[in-house]
């Protein structure tokens, strides 16, 4: 089948991570990519070429100087055929460099112009500079992340804050290709780092709120601790996780791992397990630790009770490719690419 978005023209002058992965996605749904990058390229090339390399296949590359304004016709002939810009720097440089979100559209009515920034363009934050733990401090989200009661600690092993707003601009960006298919006007998408990472905290605080739970110890002792949810070593030293948060996985889990203690009536409400949550962690990692992974993840799977076992990147990348059937050695073949299946049903 034709790619979804085949017919699309992305003008991307976005460097680093946030910009180059929503247009990295959007060349897997089938959109040309033109990348336009300062002299020198784009700074992750020298920084992180393996990042680079990641976000950036199955682009055209084009080296401008924006400040050269003797290249300004070759941008201007790019803009008249494209659907789309994105750009990821600070608020109001490129309005300096003539291309910003007025200026674009003014020309180009049609075009959908994203830009990327950790705060957004306006408000008391918006010229500050930041990376993926001040976006996330400033979203309210570091403060539940760590162990350490007093100091919080930013590794969830991937830039979270960064991600989850290419995946917004994403969403948002495809909503208004939609939307210009009714008007036939473009539209300026705003897209702040900080506020979608922000907008992920709402089912936290639906629960802080439901519960009254009040201080960010309380509040992170609730999001990191959860009855028979977590990792767990067995006997072989294989990690697996566990997760019967459900009554009925509650009950399939008690009965099949022989947790008698814990097979009352009592117990089947998830809120009196959860006032108990390290006692029956500390129960669940006991009677795991005196069997073989193999050999609990097959009770597990066959009580269907949700258990899985750790992987390091690279095994989860191999599972992938053979769930995909892309054994290719390749170097592009080590990435991943959009995780959508488009086909037609009969």
């Given at each position: 089948?034709?790619?979804?978005?085949?017919?699309?023209?992305?003008?991307?002058?976005?460097?680093?991570?946030?910009?180059?992965?929503l247009?990295?996605?959007?060349?897997e749904?089938?959109?040309?990519?033109?990348?336009?990058?300062?002299?020198?390229?784009?700074?992750?090339?020298?920084?992180?070429?393996?990042?680079?390399?990641?976000?950036?296949?199955?682009?055209e590359?084009?080296?401008?100087?924006?400040?050269?304004?003797s290249?300004?016709?070759?941008?201007?002939?790019?803009?008249?055929?494209?659907?789309?810009?994105?750009e990821?720097?600070?608020?109001?440089?490129?309005?300096?460099?003539?291309?910003?979100?007025?200026?674009?559209?003014?020309r180009?009515?049609?075009?959908?112009?994203?830009?990327?920034?950790?705060?957004?363009?306006?408000?008391?934050e918006?010229?500050?500079?930041?990376?993926?733990?001040?976006y996330?401090?400033?979203?309210?989200?570091l403060?539940?992340?760590?162990?350490?009661?007093?100091?919080?600690?930013?590794?969830?092993?991937?830039?979270?804050?960064?991600?989850?707003?290419?995946?917004?601009?994403?969403?948002?960006?495809?909503?208004a290709?939609?939307?210009?298919?009714?008007?036939?006007?473009?539209?300026?998408?705003?897209?702040?780092?900080?506020?979608?990472?922000?907008?992920?905290?709402?089912?936290?605080l639906?629960?802080?709120y439901?519960?009254?739970?009040?201080?960010?110890?309380?509040?992170?002792?609730?999001?990191?601790?959860?009855?028979?949810?977590g990792?767990?070593?067995?006997?072989?030293?294989?990690m697996?996780?566990?997760?019967?948060?459900?009554?009925?996985?509650?009950?399939?889990?008690?009965?099949?791992?022989?947790?008698?203690?814990?097979?009352?009536?009592?117990?089947?409400?998830?809120?009196?397990?959860?006032?108990?949550?390290?006692?029956?962690n500390?129960?669940?990692?006991?009677?795991?630790?005196?069997?073989?992974?193999?050999?609990?993840?097959?009770?597990?799977?066959?009580?269907?009770?949700?258990?899985?076992?750790?992987?390091s990147?690279?095994?989860?990348?191999?599972?992938?490719?053979?769930?995909?059937?892309?054994?290719?050695?390749?170097?592009?073949?080590?990435?991943?690419?959009?995780?959508?299946?488009?086909?037609?049903?009969?």
């Amino acid at each position: 089948m034709t790619a979804p978005l085949s017919d699309l023209v992305v003008v991307d002058f976005s460097e680093l991570l946030p910009g180059p992965f929503l247009t990295q996605n959007l060349a897997e749904l089938g959109a040309r990519v033109i990348k336009i990058e300062r002299p020198g390229g784009d700074p992750a090339r020298t920084m992180s070429p393996g990042i680079f390399a990641a976000v950036n296949r199955d682009k055209e590359h084009l080296t401008v100087d924006l400040k050269d304004t003797s290249r300004r016709p070759e941008i201007e002939a790019l803009l008249d055929s494209a659907d789309i810009v994105i750009e990821g720097f600070r608020p109001g440089v490129m309005a300096k460099l003539g291309f910003g979100p007025n200026e674009v559209l003014a020309r180009h009515p049609r075009i959908i112009y994203v830009s990327m920034s950790g705060y957004g363009q306006d408000g008391p934050e918006a010229k500050l500079p930041g990376h993926d733990n001040n976006y996330a401090a400033r979203a309210g989200v570091l403060a539940l992340a760590g162990k350490d009661p007093r100091i919080p600690d930013w590794l969830p092993g991937i830039p979270m804050a960064d991600l989850s707003a290419s995946m917004y601009a994403l969403s948002s960006l495809l909503a208004a290709v939609h939307a210009r298919e009714r008007s036939g006007q473009g539209c300026y998408l705003d897209v702040s780092i900080r506020d979608c990472l922000a907008h992920w905290l709402n089912p936290r605080l639906g629960s802080f709120y439901d519960a009254s739970i009040n201080t960010v110890g309380a509040q992170r002792a609730h999001v990191q601790l959860r009855p028979a949810y977590g990792t767990f070593e067995c006997a072989d030293g294989i990690m697996i996780t566990i997760a019967a948060l459900e009554e009925h996985f509650w009950a399939r889990l008690v009965k099949v791992l022989d947790l008698v203690e814990w097979s009352g009536p009592e117990w089947s409400a998830y809120r009196q397990r959860e006032e108990a949550s390290e006692r029956i962690n500390a129960a669940l990692a006991a009677a795991v630790a005196t069997r073989k992974a193999a050999e609990v993840t097959e009770l597990l799977v066959a009580a269907e009770v949700p258990v899985a076992s750790v992987l390091s990147p690279l095994e989860a990348l191999a599972a992938a490719r053979r769930r995909t059937d892309a054994g290719s050695d390749s170097f592009e073949s080590t990435f991943l690419a959009f995780p959508v299946a488009f086909g037609v049903v009969l």
